[in-house]
């Protein structure tokens, strides 16, 4: 049977009733709360990980007396740790639903910024990264997306873009919060904060909000076995390619992209400011793309958010400082949609069915690139200055090509 990459799925098909009576709209009332819910923790657990890097690795280095790039390396390694879980998170997922792992991943993660806020030696801060690893394996956009999937099947696009929209603002929030504990009560006392945040906050939020069991699994108990996740090795192989290369653009933009600014002449504060606007880009593109472009095949939002990052590093490397804001928003704007098709795109190519387990095995490449890109970037930063953009601008173009390519395929 060949899958349609171009035709929109039917009202009929986005309203349909899900054994629970409700449907796959993001105003159902069964699934705001949980999109509310998801979408804060989410923030929170963006913020205080993945984006941490990026404000306090300098002082982090300058207290223990080692460059900021021994940081981004731990940083790398628990972004590898992060690509072996994932499977392991996704396929517990499918079978039991999320509401566990999310809460888990909570304990996991203050845990990880305990240790890192009153780490008395340099082997405990390579400690405290791994456990941030084994946290993002099992508490970032996979498992949140997954934990939808297992909970609304295939009505889940909502519900995944919902979250997206709320958790866009990661960066905007943890960067100047980050900043500004940095600043009053030092880089430790910040990582303590986010670690009570954790605990207080957003472990309860999921253990209360997010629904339980796997609806999913319930089905498939019922029904033929269905086929192995990554049946299209074809499609398979293309997704992953397209989000390692996009992922290595996103995660080396959110470790440096206020050094990069400040490297192409802008003022620290300018810089920061500038940076900040990537959030607002990001909502504002998953907006449009859940109102005007809901009737549309999520392929056709993604081929155009992949020329995004070349279109906006063009522009900044032709008009320098001056376009910086412009840069941040387009880039913003394509990695905003990037993140949706993260969740969408398995699920309208593949269906709900061992849909965590697929998302762990297509971010296991990913989560590599990631780990790369700090390190790898963060080199070709030192040698070439701002125009290191070519190279995530011609990484950008290679992912359009094979989107271009996944929509020639077939699903037999």
């Known amino acids: 049977m060949c899958y349609n990459l171009i035709t929109p799925p039917t009202r009929a098909g986005r309203e349909r009733k ?3 009576g409700s449907t796959g709209d993001l105003k159902s009332p069964s699934r705001t709360p949980v999109v509310i819910a998801l979408g804060t923790t989410q923030t929170i657990a963006w913020g205080s990980t993945y984006y941490l890097p990026a ?3 300098r002082p982090m280095a300058a207290e223990f007396g080692v460059k900021a790039s021994t940081v981004f390396a731990m940083f790398s390694l628990a972004l590898l740790l992060a690509a072996i879980g994932g499977p392991f998170v996704g396929r517990w997922i499918d079978r039991f639903g999320g509401r566990g792992m999310l809460v888990a991943s909570n304990i996991v993660f203050a845990a990880g910024l305990l240790l890192l806020g009153c780490a008395p030696g340099l082997a405990w801060l390579w400690v405290a990264w791994l456990l941030m690893g084994a946290g993002m394996s099992m508490g970032l956009y996979e498992s949140a997306f997954s934990a939808l999937a297992a909970a609304y099947g295939s009505e889940a696009r ?5 979250i997206t929209l709320i958790a866009g603002f990661a960066s905007t929030v943890a960067w100047p919060l980050t900043g500004l504990l940095d600043a009053e009560i030092g880089w430790r006392g910040a990582c303590l904060v986010w670690a009570a945040v954790h605990i207080f906050i957003c472990a309860p939020v999921n253990r209360l909000m997010i629904p339980a069991g796997s609806r999913v699994a319930t089905v498939e108990r019922k029904a033929e076995p269905a086929p192995p996740p990554g049946g ?3 499609a398979m192989v293309l997704l992953a390619y397209v989000f390692t290369v996009t ?3 996103s995660t080396a933009m959110a470790a440096h992209l206020p050094a990069m600014l400040q490297l192409a002449g802008a003022s620290a504060a300018a810089a920061i400011a500038a940076a900040s606007l990537v959030g607002p880009a990001q909502v504002a593109a998953r907006l449009f793309e859940f109102t005007l472009m809901r009737r549309t095949h999520p392929l056709l939002t993604a081929r155009l958010a992949t020329l995004a990052h ?6 900044l490397l032709t008009f320098g400082v001056p376009a910086a804001a ?6 913003g704007g394509g990695n905003g949609v990037l993140t949706i098709a993260k969740g969408t795109l398995p699920l309208a190519i593949f269906g709900p069915a061992g849909y965590g387990l697929r998302q762990g095995l297509l971010s296991g490449p990913a989560r590599i690139g990631q780990a790369a890109a700090p390190l790898l970037f963060g080199v070709a930063l030192d040698s070439f200055g701002p125009g290191a953009l070519i190279i995530t601008s011609l990484l950008g173009i290679s992912g359009y090509a094979a989107m271009l390519a996944l929509g020639w395929g077939k699903k037999t």
């Open 232 to 234: 299209d090795t074809r």
């Open 18 to 20: 899900e054994p629970d």
């Open 247 to 249: 992922w290595f653009t």
């Open 55 to 57: 404000i306090l690795a």
């Open 326 to 331: 412009v840069f941040t928003l387009i880039h």
């Open 158 to 162: 909502a519900p995944i873009t919902g």
């Open 310 to 315: 070349p279109l906006g590093a063009g522009m």
